[in-house]
């Protein structure tokens, strides 16, 4: 199969458009594909109208059911990353490919973790002049990351949250209800560590929000941002004293039950 061209301006119905075409040339239902690759038919159809964006194992799957050389695996990561910037891209890439993923944000949740109404919010903030279709591209490639933690091996993600993101009201009071449940729902995941850092914990370890990631096969490097651009480090000394500085506020941080619970009440908050 050719790549289209021009590219659809959605990425989920360019998939789901390709993914129709696909099974319309080799006269199949989307009840044997669905067979064909483990999954549920519900789930072959949110992916054929462009509601759900498939994950990587779907992928793969379709290219062993078509026959096509890797074209819906490579159509997939093409989705993925539109509406990304550039230097935003290999952040993407490392996050795909890690095991252990610990992050410290200090006024925004992390973007694995928004819900759609929060992602949309942010960006509206950051990008007034932009139409609804260009921050729905960006919603889309935003949530498009949870793909990672619906993969067989899921990384271990593990998050310690400044309560200023908790408390900083981002959309409107129904927005962030919504949020601190969704929070509060990721909780239990068991691939999933959330802790609080509160404000009675006095100043925090550090002031800017960073990231560090493992991969599978290799050592730990650090990722942080400054206006417009995203810095990767494999620096030994640099990591290890981001490393020093992460056990540090996970040591001051409430524990995941308590921070589960503080989820729970601050949503209430909001939704009074």
Same mark, same amino acid.
């Given at each position: 199969?050719?790549?289209?061209?021009?590219e659809?301006?959605?990425?989920?119905?360019?998939?789901?458009?390709?993914?129709?075409? @696909?099974?319309?040339?080799?006269?199949?239902?989307?009840?044997?594909?669905?067979?064909?690759?483990?999954?549920?038919?519900?789930?072959?159809?949110?992916?054929?109208?462009?509601?759900?964006?498939? =994950?990587?194992?779907?992928?793969? $799957?379709?290219?062993?059911?078509?026959?096509?050389?890797?074209?819906?695996?490579?159509?997939?990561?093409?989705?993925?990353?539109?509406?990304?910037?550039?230097?935003?891209?290999?952040?993407?890439?490392?996050?795909?490919?890690?095991? *252990?993923? !610990?992050?410290?944000?200090?006024?925004?949740?992390?973007?694995?973790?928004?819900?759609?109404?929060?992602? !949309?919010?942010?960006?509206?903030?950051?990008?007034?002049?932009?139409?609804?279709? *260009?921050?729905k591209?960006?919603?889309?490639?935003?949530?498009?990351r949870? $793909?990672?933690?619906e993969h067989?091996?899921?990384?271990?993600?593990?998050?310690? %949250?400044?309560? =200023?993101?908790?408390r900083?009201?981002?959309?409107?009071?129904?927005?962030? @209800?919504? *949020?601190?449940?969704?929070?509060?729902?990721?909780a239990?995941?068991?691939?999933?560590?959330?802790?609080?850092?509160?404000?009675?914990?006095?100043?925090?370890? =550090? =002031? %800017?929000?960073?990231i560090?990631?493992?991969?599978?096969?290799?050592a730990?490097?650090l990722?942080?941002?400054?206006? $417009? *651009?995203?810095?990767?480090?494999?620096?030994?000394?640099?990591?290890?004293?981001?490393?020093t500085?992460?056990?540090?506020?996970?040591?001051?941080?409430?524990?995941?039950?308590?921070?589960?619970?503080?989820?729970?009440?601050?949503?209430?908050e909001?939704?009074?």
């Amino acid at each position: 199969m050719n790549e289209p061209s021009p590219e659809p301006a959605n990425g989920l119905e360019w998939f789901g458009r390709e993914l129709e075409a @696909a099974l319309e040339h080799k006269g199949a239902k989307q009840r044997e594909l669905a067979e064909f690759t483990g999954y549920k038919e519900p789930y072959v159809s949110k992916a054929k109208t462009g509601k759900a964006l498939p =994950s990587m194992h779907f992928a793969k $799957g379709c290219d062993r059911f078509f026959n096509t050389s890797g074209y819906f695996t490579r159509l997939l990561v093409r989705v993925s990353e539109r509406g990304h910037p550039g230097w935003f891209v290999p952040y993407i890439n490392l996050e795909k490919q890690s095991s *252990q993923i !610990e992050d410290y944000s200090n006024a925004l949740i992390m973007g694995m973790l928004q819900t759609s109404a929060y992602a !949309e919010a942010t960006f509206r903030a950051t990008h007034p002049r932009e139409t609804d279709d *260009q921050i729905k591209a960006r919603v889309e490639a935003r949530l498009a990351r949870r $793909g990672v933690l619906e993969h067989d091996d899921p990384p271990l993600l593990w998050v310690i %949250l400044h309560e =200023s993101a908790l408390r900083t009201e981002v959309g409107n009071r129904a927005v962030m @209800a919504d *949020q601190l449940r969704h929070l509060a729902s990721e909780a239990g995941n068991p691939h999933i560590t959330l802790q609080v850092l509160r404000f009675s914990a006095g100043a925090p370890a =550090s =002031s %800017l929000p960073f990231i560090l990631l493992t991969p599978a096969d290799g050592a730990t490097v650090l990722y942080s941002e400054s206006r $417009g *651009q995203g810095h990767v480090t494999d620096s030994a000394a640099a990591v290890a004293d981001a490393r020093t500085t992460y056990e540090r506020m996970r040591a001051s941080a409430r524990d995941p039950e308590e921070s589960l619970a503080l989820f729970r009440d601050i949503a209430e908050e909001y939704a009074r």
